[in-house]
């Protein structure tokens, strides 16, 4: 008996084993409460405990949340929002991001570690404390925005001069702040990408009579693009569902959607709108994916560098 | 003909003072006498005195390292078991499914993470009678599930670089599977395994959101106690706490970074020693 279980366990338990654990552990903890918030979304609102009615009297399939999400403006706007900020967000990340990680390629070998080790250090500490950083920067009183007061004063006509600016709750806060906490994400893939680079093509392009500017449009640009794209969805897809920056820095009058979400839940107690709101919000998240993981494979297919 | 690309540095300059200076800010006004924290008010450090007085405080770090730690060990197990599951198991069935349970958390938003966990922890309350109060274990579980996926990544990247040629020379000298996975691949991936715990560690110590989602009555982690004083707005002794974080990160990515780089000095070194006896 035990020689059969022994031969069993070395045969199939032992992959079997290291398969379905986190296969079971997955399948329960994240696909299940997936597949809830699907079905939730097709639910009926009561006033019951817990707030859903499925079936019995109610329809059995409810697709009033989805019709909502088309009709009602508030999901409208807060969609735009969302996609705005977060569309903005990445295409300043890609501005700044782009000549820093260009730079880091091109500093000397001791310097790049210790900014390379600059770059990663913010993200080990708090993501909050990041967001709260720029509170304090931003406040009516503070010493920034007192500076770029001062600078609004001195460059617009008398008639316009302000006290402090209203840099906090607004979307401009929000874009700001996304792009001081995922600025990281979209150094570090350019970055890897850039460093394979062979500057031998630089030059080569340079001795043929190329400017400057034409050698980075014509020979650099066009190798950075999977860094670019990855960089971009790395930057895009946690920027377009946060939640936590635009509660503390954000406009409360023009809800971002992961906004709309929390606050449907627990607020309004409506399970089956909020279901349906991120159900949507997923599906607007999955074409970026899906074309990046298309886009991925083509260049794999095509076997470029090693 | 070599330019100094001028414009690439002072970008650089520009970026590095955008990384840093609010967080310097923050430092410098946490040592502020004045109530308002944004106002200068002269030099104290009587922030951090009420903040190592708050017991709050003390008991909300506790219970989030706890927590950290439990989640951050069993996501790296369930984690190493995917990633090698998806790296040496080619051809499984549901490989497909599986693949997607392991990629799709990386991209799910966070309150759509944090809403579906809440709402299949109601309902099993509510079908099986567990779990009776969330809390502790609610937001282990849930910890667990997130960042167990960043290990397989990690995990999964290391694997396909070894070499597999290793394993199968052991096989054929009549390893079983377990000692080829425990004599060879885990010391193999042992820095992958180690880089994954310590992303997990990370990731479950600074979440808020899915926390606050699956969290119960009187379980107040670190960042849930900062989320609710800083939802009020700016305060003194929320600055004295960040500076304190920035310190104790900084001293240990530094140490980390000084270990690490000596270990691949004396590799280098162990190698070239290893080609010289050899010639």
Redesign the interface.
Known sequence: MRARLSHWFNKRGWSDLIIGLPYVWLALLFLLPFLIVLAMSLATRTPTAPPFGYGGENPILNFNGYARLFTDDLYIRAFLTSLGNAAVATILCLLIGFPMALGLTRVSKGWRNILLMLVILPFWTSFLLRVYAWMGMMGRNSWFNQLLTDGWNWLTPEGWAVTSLPLMHSNFAVVLVMVYTYLPFMILPLYASLERLDPALDEAAMDLGTRPFGVFRDVTLPQSIPGIVAGGLLVFIPAAGELVIPTLVGDAASPMIGRVISDEFSSARDWPMASSVAVALLVIMVIPTMLYSRYQARADGAGGQP | ?K?R?W???S??C???A??????L??IV?SFNESR????WGGFSTKWYVSLLSNRQVGAALLLSVQIALISATIATI??T??G??LAR?TR?R?RV??TG??T??L??????????????F??MA?WIGWPGQRGFTTIT??H??FS?VFV?TVVQARMIQSDRAIEEAAMDLGS???QV?WDITLPTIFPAILSGWLLAF?ISL?D??ITSFTTGPGNTTL?LL??SK??L??TPD??A??TL??LV??L??VIA?VILNRAERRRILDERLAYRSND
């Open positions: 003909m330019r690309p414009f690439l540095f970008v650089l520009f970026g590095f955008f990384f840093y200076v609010p967080i800010s923050m006004y308002l924290a944004t106002v369930l984690g078991m995917a090698i599951a198991f499984f549901g499914l599986f349970m392991v799709a958390p991209v799910m938003p966070e309150v759509i993470t944090g809403i579906s966990s809440l709402m299949l109601i309902l509510d579980l849930a667990i599930t167990m397989t079983r599977p377990w996975m990370t600074d808020v959101v960042p900062i989320w800083v939802k707005g700016v929320i600055n706490l960040a974080t920035v990160v900084g240990g990515v970074g």
